[in-house]
């Protein structure tokens, strides 16, 4: 968001969550330089880093396009999805979803910023998982489903990791 307009927004801005799924839906961060950010859109990334919608790799999306679940859940929600994908690239209705949460927001106030990539476990069954799954392998302890870098700063998840590998690998504090 332009400098100018920054006002407009004090704090963090969520909409209500839509509970068929795990995301945060279109919002506002205030980040503690004063910067606002406006975003994001969840749309199916073409390749594990694909930073840009012109990011594409043809073996990964191969990948996703063979897992059973992934045609189970876009049986599901695929208007959903549609929609997500055309929010992505239009800005006009980009700029409509974040004047449901600040109305004097306009398309003028935004400026194109980078973009992210959040991997979302999905079950073969076609259920997006909407937390953490932990999973012990030999001498490994995974941690997948990572719903936000917040949540991977918390004191308190990182306790129960700390706790779950000391019960798995036997290990004293």
Not at 41 to 51: D, F, H, I, M, S
Not at 74 to 91: C, M, P, Q, V
Request: charged letters at 20%.
């Amino acid at each position: 968001m332009i400098p100018q307009r920054q006002h407009l927004v004090r704090g963090l801005i969520y909409p209500v969550p839509d509970p068929r799924f795990p995301f945060l839906g279109v919002h506002f961060t205030r980040r503690v330089s004063g910067h606002v950010d406006a975003g994001p859109n969840a749309v199916l990334a073409l390749k594990r880093e694909g930073y840009r919608k012109t990011d594409i790799s043809l073996k990964e999306v191969l990948g996703e396009f063979s897992f059973p679940g992934f045609w189970r859940m876009a049986a599901k929600h695929w208007r959903t999805g549609l929609h997500e994908l055309y929010r992505s690239f239009s800005k006009r209705a980009f700029v409509r979803a974040l004047q449901q949460l600040v109305p004097e927001v306009n398309s003028a106030d935004l400026v194109p910023s980078p973009a992210g990539v959040r991997a979302q476990a999905l079950e073969r069954n076609g259920l997006l998982v909407d937390d953490f799954r932990f999973e012990c392998s030999q001498n490994l302890l995974h941690v997948s489903n990572v719903p936000s870098p917040a949540a991977t700063a918390s004191l308190v998840i990182s306790r129960a990791i700390v706790d779950m590998a000391g019960e798995r690998f036997a290990l004293s504090a």
